[in-house]
């Protein structure tokens, strides 16, 4: 089993940057791949970025690419997603999952709760 809960979410204006973060527990965690995903109001639940966790690579959705970077701290378990130059239409409910990687949302097995990012114009 892994655990996984968000933080860092809030309402930010157009242009500025927040960091969210993702705390990991559980004994198998780095053997996963970690991504974020983000559903807004009314659509599907949308892939931004994700890590494999053991070796660091990295991929992003062409939306966000320049503009958000993922990482993670071993020793914090911890997976972060810096978004900088943030737009309104990256307001979303943003979840941290942990699985097989890629950017299909099935290949996940866990999931937190979600951290909302709202942006204003």
């Known amino acids: 089993q892994v655990q996984l809960v968000e933080s860092g979410g809030g309402l930010v204006q157009a242009g500025g940057s927040l960091r969210l973060s993702c705390a990991a527990s559980g004994r198998t965690f780095r053997s996963y791949a970690m991504g974020w995903f983000r559903q807004a109001p009314g659509k599907e639940r949308e892939f931004v970025a994700a890590i494999v966790w053991s070796v660091g690579t990295t991929r992003y959705s062409d939306s966000v690419k320049g503009r958000f970077t993922i990482s993670r701290e071993n020793a914090k378990k911890t997976v972060y997603l810096q978004m900088n130059s943030l737009k309104p239409e990256d307001t979303a409910l943003y979840y941290c999952?942990?699985?097989?990687?890629?950017?299909?949302?099935?290949?996940?097995?866990?999931w937190g709760q979600g951290t909302q990012v709202t942006v204003s114009s």
């Open positions: 999952a942990a699985g097989r990687g890629g950017d299909n949302f099935q290949a996940y097995d866990y």
